[in-house]
């Protein structure tokens, strides 16, 4: 299977096209992977007004919840959350996402890599392009 990465980035200024990478997006069509950085999201607190901000927040933590979810909880509703997944984490939507964004955040045009797709390919790709892995601790 080939696996494709988007980048996500926050649009500081539409016009002069200034935008920092926060997150990636990885799949290989069976795995998904999903990883922004909370520390470059609490340095855009002081660069955007608190409206942007949390709007910026509240969508990047939709995508991680909607892809890094609980299986164990997913197995006892009627439709998990793994048929929706396949639905939109395609190439072909990523295409869609990247021409099409609401100015705040961008999705890159899909990347096709030829890796195995595993958590410390993930960890890499999150290292190269967006800023120092970090376990998350809720």
Known sequence: MKTIYSILY???NTALNERVSVGVLVSNGSKNYFKFSSDKLSAFKMILNNERYSLVKSYLKSIDKEIVSDDIVNSKKLFTKRDFKKDWIN???LVY???YSNNLIQFSEP???DVDLNDNTFK???EKYIFKFSE???
Do not use: G
Request: net charge positive; hydrophobic share 40%; charged share 30%.
């Open 97 to 99: 996402l990247s021409k």
């Open 124 to 126: 890499r790709i999150f």
């Open 136 to 138: 998350d601790i809720n």
């Open 91 to 93: 190439e072909s939507y």
């Open 111 to 113: 990347k096709t890599i």
């Open 10 to 12: 926050v649009n500081l």
